[in-house]
């Protein structure tokens, strides 16, 4: 029951995370990236401290707790997600998209080196499998490409990977809402002198579409999506939450399809039946493995009582 929610849990966080680029391109036609990211911190920070305060599960963390949590907002939520940005804004959308796709490599290799979890053949099959969809879908980007956009993206990748296991080590013993709270709180702190340095060469402009964006971004896309995330990230283990990647990609590009007018094509087709199917294959294999264990325990418990 704790995995189906997990997996529950996985579908509405990346149909929200593919929502961000879509949201996020009318916040950015007028304001200045680290300025996007200050509003949207704001915004959710108020958010999950109301709703920290209204289930009344916070917890006086522990001190060699406390490292995990900078870690987690500072190089998750602030440096990552800025990284993230900046790379988007540098290189193509679609080899900016496929490179933040790589996330499930990262964090299983994290992961295995780190909390000691296993991967198995069939996480590296849904990997490639759904990479290969991701791939057909996005292309490998055209023109020309921005080696600080790569370099950009890249430690997005790494970073975000890195907060995700260190989630994973504080997961159990902490309200999610918590975990994400704190750790958007130390984001939004480095953020503001981020956001004043860039405000001297960069003007911003707050039109009603951006801020109703920047609501959207800072309550649903960055509140609900990563406590959810972390949520999952307590049910599941990280290298099966990380399989989950691909669909963030093949969200945006449905909602490209409803909001910016895009063309379906046999690649999107291809493409989008190849990540489901590397998400079957996570979903199936384990719950198959969970009910041959119950089997086996029940036949060993059966013999037993005989």
């Not at 007028?30 to 916070?58: E, H, I, N, Q």
């Not at 006086?60 to 900046?86: H, M, N, P, R, T």
């Not at 790379?87 to 780190?114: C, K, Q, R, W, Y």
Request: charged share 10%; proline share 2%; net charge positive.
């Amino acid at each position: 029951m704790k995995k189906k929610t997990g997996y529950i849990y996985l579908f509405i966080t990346f149909f929200i995370w593919g929502s961000i680029y879509v949201v996020s391109k009318f916040a950015l036609d007028v304001m200045a990236p680290f300025m996007l990211l200050l509003v949207r911190y704001l915004v959710s920070v108020a958010a999950l401290a109301v709703l920290l305060k209204l289930r009344g599960t916070r917890k006086k963390v522990k001190k060699g707790d406390w490292k995990y949590i900078l870690i987690v907002g500072a190089l998750g939520y602030f440096v990552s997600i800025g990284c993230q940005v900046i790379g988007t804004n540098l290189l193509d959308a679609s080899l900016a998209s496929l490179i933040n796709a790589m996330n499930p490599i990262s964090i299983s290799i994290l992961a295995v080196i780190f909390l000691g979890e296993k991967i198995y053949i069939k996480d590296v099959v849904s990997i490639a499998v759904s990479l290969v969809g991701v791939y057909i879908i996005l292309g490998a980007g055209g023109g020309s490409i921005s080696a600080a956009g790569v370099l950009a993206s890249v430690c997005s990748v790494l970073l975000w990977s890195g907060a995700s296991v260190a989630i994973r080590r504080i997961s159990g013993g902490y309200d999610p809402v918590q975990i994400a709270l704190y750790g958007m709180a130390v984001a939004l702190l480095l953020n503001i002198p981020a956001a004043g340095v860039e405000a001297v060469s960069v003007h911003s402009t707050f039109t009603a579409k951006a801020v109703w964006s920047c609501i959207y971004l800072g309550i649903v896309g960055t509140a609900v999506a990563h406590t959810l995330w972390n949520m999952s990230l307590k049910l599941l283990d990280a290298s099966v939450c990380s399989m989950f990647y691909p669909l963030q990609p093949l969200t945006s590009a449905v909602l490209g399809i409803f909001f910016l007018h895009e063309v379906i094509t046999w690649n999107f087709v291809v493409g989008g039946l190849l990540i489901c199917a590397g998400v079957l294959i996570t979903v199936l294999f384990t719950v198959g493995k969970k009910q041959q264990r119950e089997v086996t325990g029940g036949v060993k418990q059966k013999e037993k009582l005989e």
